[in-house]
């Protein structure tokens, strides 16, 4: 059965500190994995990952893929309290536009 | 303004009811989803559908069904076979990528609490 596994399922820290989410995967014929932002309604896109190694940026927000360890990290660099959201991780196969997504991590930053 | 559009935002229902939630976008994307979401669940996927007339089962399809008569619509009905309905319902709707898939663009949820 495909899986995303993220962790910290919660995490809280204070303003200025740095952060890394986690997320793991076992999915068949993978294609890309992606990450959102919620805060309280709409999931907001972040990043779509395809290619191992390569860092994607914006902003304090980054994130890097690593194929060989089915794995990808969100980090965000000085936190503010604008970042306090679920972080949700998901992926995409090959052959599908499905999204399989993890529980998600609920990061609440505190001033 | 392009987007997509779920109504109500708020719905109350009695156990044993039928309810509709709506799900209309103006994104030209071909595909569209339902998911649902409940505390510490994530989200998980109900039906989709890639193209008019066409729709799959998802992960946790019992209890609802879907239609997609037009590309702009994309309504969910949970039936009163559905176990538990109270749930936050996200709909979502996406256009094929040329490369490594696509992002999916949501809408702003109906949060459904039935009694």
């Known amino acids: 059965e495909d899986k995303v596994v993220q962790s910290p399922l919660s995490l809280v820290v204070h303003e200025g500190d740095t952060v890394t989410l986690n997320c793991s995967y076992e999915v068949t014929n993978f294609r890309s994995l992606l990450w959102y932002k919620q805060e309280k309604k709409a999931p907001t896109f972040l990043f779509m990952l395809t290619s191992s190694g390569i860092e994607k940026k914006s902003g304090r927000l980054s994130s890097i893929l690593d194929k060989k360890e089915l794995s990808s990290i969100l980090n965000i660099t000085a936190t503010q309290t604008g970042d306090s959201a679920i972080y949700l991780c998901?992926?995409?196969?090959?052959?599908?536009?499905?999204?399989?997504f993890g529980k998600g991590t609920k990061l609440t930053v505190n001033p | 303004d392009g987007g997509i559009t779920q109504s109500p935002k708020y719905l109350f229902r009695k156990e044993g009811q039928n309810v509709t939630l709506s799900c209309e976008q103006n994104l030209n994307h071909d595909a569209m989803y339902w998911y649902r979401q409940d505390p510490g669940q994530g989200l998980r996927l109900i039906y989709y559908s890639q193209i008019v007339n066409d729709f799959q089962k998802g992960d946790i399809a019992e209890g609802y069904s879907v239609s997609r008569e037009k590309k702009e619509s994309f309504p969910l009905t949970v039936t009163s076979a559905q176990k538990n309905p109270t749930a936050f319902y996200l709909c979502a709707s996406s256009t094929p990528g040329t490369r490594g898939g696509s992002e999916q663009y949501f809408g702003p949820g109906t949060r459904l609490t039935v009694t």
């Open positions: 998901a992926t995409t196969q090959g052959g599908s536009e499905k999204l399989v």
